[in-house]
């Protein structure tokens, strides 16, 4: 059965890192009251006394009109209809066991861009499996746009992906602004897999610049890239869908070239000669393509689609294979 967003309906959110931040800020500049779930007393407090989140972009300040910082996640649930998730996949689950509210009424938009990672399974998936809910309550925002620039108010690009394109628009009407734009798809599948694989292919790009290789091989290498991400969701899931758009493409280069890439930070850590415990050590904030190799590693046990790109980074973090090694393999194969 479908399912109808008000034009006014209520926004609640479930994290409190960078991202969650800059979308808040996002929200709140147009005006869009948030109920915002807190889990961390520094992140509560200095919200609540000075309108900053003291861990994460703390640069940003909220007019305190517009957020009600909670702790409780059910007092969240109960107030909202739009529902945003964005926590790390590795604490979601974590995150959801205190929850005892329904979600049966409620419409839950995923902004993580990760796998469960011992379900192997994407966030609306979770949600689907887990909570019984149908695709027309669940949708998702993704595109190239890391949490910095957008707390910096630089022009970013999102896509929201929903079942129902009236849906799609109307949660990008909370969002868009003049520095930041909003296009709409129903591809959820396709998006939300691109947006778990770019954290794959930007920690190979990684590697390569941490093992030495210049930006004409890691130029071949993120094209290569590209054609793997677009084989494995067309064979997967066969939709009248373009990767060429910044939702697949667009995520895929920010995240393999920018330097607010904590994946693309991870891998080079490790062609630099660091363990993988050490280089996760070093690493201040969570790099969701650690998980997601070994995800779509099993993901692709039902599907058996050609990854050697995805397989390298799954040997190198998973098997202990020599990065250099691994590579030099590769680089036979593009």
Same mark, same amino acid.
């Given at each position: 059965?479908?399912?109808?967003?008000?034009?006014?309906?209520?926004?609640? @959110?479930?994290?409190?890192?960078? &991202?969650?931040?800059?979308?808040?800020?996002?929200?709140?500049?147009?005006?869009?009251?948030? &109920? &915002?779930?807190?889990?961390?007393?520094?992140?509560?407090?200095?919200?609540?006394?000075?309108?900053?989140?003291?861990?994460?972009?703390?640069?940003?300040?909220?007019?305190?009109?517009?957020?009600?910082?909670?702790?409780?996640?059910?007092?969240?649930?109960?107030?909202?209809?739009?529902?945003?998730?964005?926590?790390?996949?590795?604490?979601?689950?974590?995150?959801?066991?205190?929850?005892?509210?329904?979600?049966?009424?409620?419409?839950?938009?995923?902004?993580?861009?990760?796998?469960?990672?011992?379900?192997?399974?994407?966030?609306?998936?979770?949600?689907?499996?887990?909570?019984?809910?149908?695709?027309?309550?669940?949708?998702?925002?993704?595109?190239?746009?890391?949490?910095?620039?957008?707390?910096?108010?630089?022009?970013?690009?999102?896509?929201?992906?929903?079942?129902?394109?009236?849906?799609?628009?109307?949660?990008?009407?909370?969002?868009?602004?003049?520095?930041?734009? @909003?296009?709409?798809?129903?591809?959820?599948?396709?998006?939300?897999?691109?947006?778990?694989?770019?954290?794959?292919?930007?920690?190979?790009?990684?590697?390569?610049?941490?093992?030495?290789?210049?930006?004409?091989?890691?130029?071949?290498?993120?094209?290569?890239?590209?054609?793997?991400?677009?084989?494995?969701?067309?064979?997967?899931?066969?939709?009248?869908?373009?990767?060429?758009?910044?939702?697949?493409?667009?995520?895929?280069?920010?995240?393999?070239?920018?330097?607010?890439?904590?994946?693309?930070?991870?891998?080079?850590?490790?062609?630099?000669?660091?363990?993988?415990?050490?280089?996760?050590?070093?690493?201040?904030?969570?790099?969701?393509?650690?998980?997601?190799?070994?995800?779509?590693?099993?993901?692709?046990?039902?599907?058996?689609?050609?990854?050697?790109?995805?397989?390298?980074?799954?040997?190198?973090?998973?098997?202990?294979?020599?990065?250099?090694?691994?590579?030099?393999?590769?680089?036979?194969?593009?």
């Amino acid at each position: 059965m479908a399912f109808n967003i008000n034009d006014n309906a209520k926004c609640g @959110v479930i994290g409190y890192g960078s &991202w969650a931040t800059a979308l808040v800020h996002t929200l709140v500049k147009n005006k869009v009251h948030v &109920w &915002w779930h807190i889990r961390n007393e520094e992140v509560m407090e200095s919200l609540l006394t000075e309108g900053i989140n003291a861990k994460y972009l703390s640069d940003i300040e909220f007019d305190q009109n517009y957020i009600s910082p909670i702790s409780d996640i059910n007092e969240v649930v109960r107030n909202t209809e739009v529902i945003l998730i964005a926590t790390p996949s590795a604490f979601l689950k974590n995150v959801m066991a205190d929850l005892t509210e329904s979600l049966a009424d409620k419409f839950i938009l995923s902004a993580t861009k990760g796998i469960i990672a011992d379900d192997y399974t994407t966030i609306t998936e979770y949600f689907n499996r887990t909570y019984g809910l149908s695709y027309d309550h669940l949708g998702l925002i993704s595109g190239p746009s890391h949490a910095e620039e957008v707390g910096m108010d630089r022009l970013s690009y999102l896509t929201v992906a929903c079942k129902d394109e009236d849906n799609a628009r109307k949660i990008g009407d909370m969002f868009k602004s003049s520095t930041f734009r @909003v296009s709409h798809s129903t591809d959820i599948y396709g998006i939300e897999y691109a947006a778990v694989l770019k954290n794959i292919y930007a920690l190979a790009g990684g590697l390569a610049a941490g093992l030495g290789y210049g930006d004409n091989f890691r130029a071949v290498l993120t094209a290569a890239c590209a054609k793997e991400l677009t084989r494995f969701v067309n064979e997967s899931y066969p939709f009248d869908r373009d990767t060429m758009n910044s939702a697949y493409l667009g995520d895929l280069l920010v995240t393999s070239y920018s330097s607010f890439s904590r994946n693309r930070r991870l891998g080079q850590l490790i062609g630099h000669g660091h363990t993988v415990k050490s280089a996760l050590n070093e690493m201040t904030m969570v790099a969701e393509g650690y998980y997601a190799a070994a995800c779509i590693k099993k993901v692709n046990e039902r599907h058996n689609i050609e990854m050697p790109i995805a397989d390298m980074v799954y040997d190198i973090l998973y098997r202990r294979f020599s990065a250099r090694k691994r590579m030099k393999e590769l680089t036979a194969m593009l």
